[in-house]
Every structure is written in C-alpha cells, then in structure tokens.
C-alpha cells in the first residue's frame, strides 16, 4: 500500500483536477488511487512509482500512452487523462467495478471452465483490437484484468510498452522487468527488442492454464528460474492438473504456450475461436 507521503503528494499534486479518496493498492509498476474528478466522477489514478519515474524520460512515456488512449473498445479501459505534475508522472482511468481476475482466483482457486474461456475470448477481443493498431500489452496477467458487470475489461493497455521505450538502463538494472515473470513470454524473458503481439497470446495462455489449474504453469522463489522456465522448459499437462479439461482446450491452451513465436496462435482471432466452443455452459 503506497505510504502517506505519497498520498499528501498527489493530494497536493492534483488537487486542482482531483479529490484523492484513497490508496487502494501498489502494483509492478504504480501506486493506485481512488478518486473523484471535478464532475463528481469516480476515477483511478495510477502514479508511476518514484523510483522507476526517475528513469524514463517523461515526455516520451506520456507520448507514447497517449498514443494508446486512441484506442476504443468495449473490452479496454480508456485513459482519461495523463501528465507529469511535481516530479510525479500518472495517468487515469475509469474507475471499474468488480474483482481483478487475481482477486477471484485467490477466492476461487480455480474457474469454471466457461467462465474462464470466456473472460480469455472477450480479452483477446480486445487484443485484436489493439494488435490491428500496432500496440502489444507486453503485461497480461490476472491483476490486469477486471471482471466488471459488462465482461472482462484490460487494464493498463500501453503502459509496459511506454515504460520499454521511454527508459533508460536503470530501469532493467534496478529491477524494474517490463512484464510479469509468470506470465512472460519467451522472447520477452531472453530480453528480444522485436516483441510484437504474439507476446500477449502465450501470456494470456499462461492465465488461462492458471485460471483452470489453480497455478501457473511455471513458478519459483527465483526470477531468474522462472525466467529460464519460460524460455526453455515445456509447459505441463495441463490434463495431469485438471481432468475435467477437454482435450481440445488443452491443445489450444498448449499451442499458445509454445515457445517458438512461429509456432503459436498467430492472431488473437484464431486463438478465440478455437477458445470459442468452451464457453458455453455444459461444454
């Protein structure tokens, strides 16, 4: 949870746009804030964390989200508003009701099978969208996905991408990955400078695997290990984990978690209609 110096910050910071309500959280790479805009609006402003703000350049991080925020769809939360104010770089967006993916999956262990098919098939009708605009997420994962009352909503669309391009060194050094360990993909893990959408289907088939098995399919006390994991180790069975799983989604699942780009779902639209039969209920 982010401390009261930085809630006074960004209180004092935008004071003038925003009524901070409350931390509600701190995330890889932003502290979050509930709030309320001048009409009364509730938002969520994400502050970049001071230590990876001091090394990205502010101008192009903001360029670059912005650059995103012209993306409209029902799957994506929009960004409302974005700056650089008294050494703090944020940016807003809606405020959404509903658990994160995460939440329900420490609630539940594991999902139903349509319902999880379904969540992954209305986000990768969000991938198509932002893949057809040239933009990855480069950080799928459960806590970047909410469950609101209208479907599966992404969260954070361009923001790993702007912290990519906009740092410096320190922001590897200092620890800061752009991506998720967990759910990173292998070009991502081997750090290759050509990552485009095909990044976001193995990591999205890495939350589908969580979501029915009740883990991921790599995990270790150890970055490095799981780093290596995605990179050079087959994924389990999935079938060994959960039984109930048709084989056919297991293959799916299996063909996006496939190390060589290459050899994966090639498109978010092939991936979801081979996720497509699996979520009706009874399937």
Known sequence: MPGRDLIDRVRK????????VTAVGRGGNASIFI???RTGVQVAIKVLHPELAVSVAADRFLREIRYASQLHHPHIAPLLDSGETEYLLWFVMPYLPGDSLRQALRRERRLAIPAATRTACEVLDALGH????????RDIKPDNIV???QGAVLVDLGIARAIATSGDDRVTRSGFVVGTEEYMSPEQAAGAPD????TDLYSLGVVLFESL????????????AVLDM??????????????DVPKPLAAAIARALTKAREERWQTAAEMREALLPFTAAGS
């Open 130 to 137: 932002a893949h057809a605009h040239g933009i990855a997420h």
């Open 13 to 20: 910071a935008l004071g003038e746009r925003y009524t901070v």
């Open 195 to 198: 990552v485009d959408g095909r």
């Open 147 to 149: 469950l609101s009352p």
């Open 230 to 243: 995605q990179q050079h180790h087959p994924a389990p069975d999935l079938r060994r984990l959960r039984g």
């Open 213 to 224: 098995a009740g883990r991921p399919p790599f995990s270790s006390a150890s970055a490095a």
């Open 35 to 37: 709030a309320t805009d």
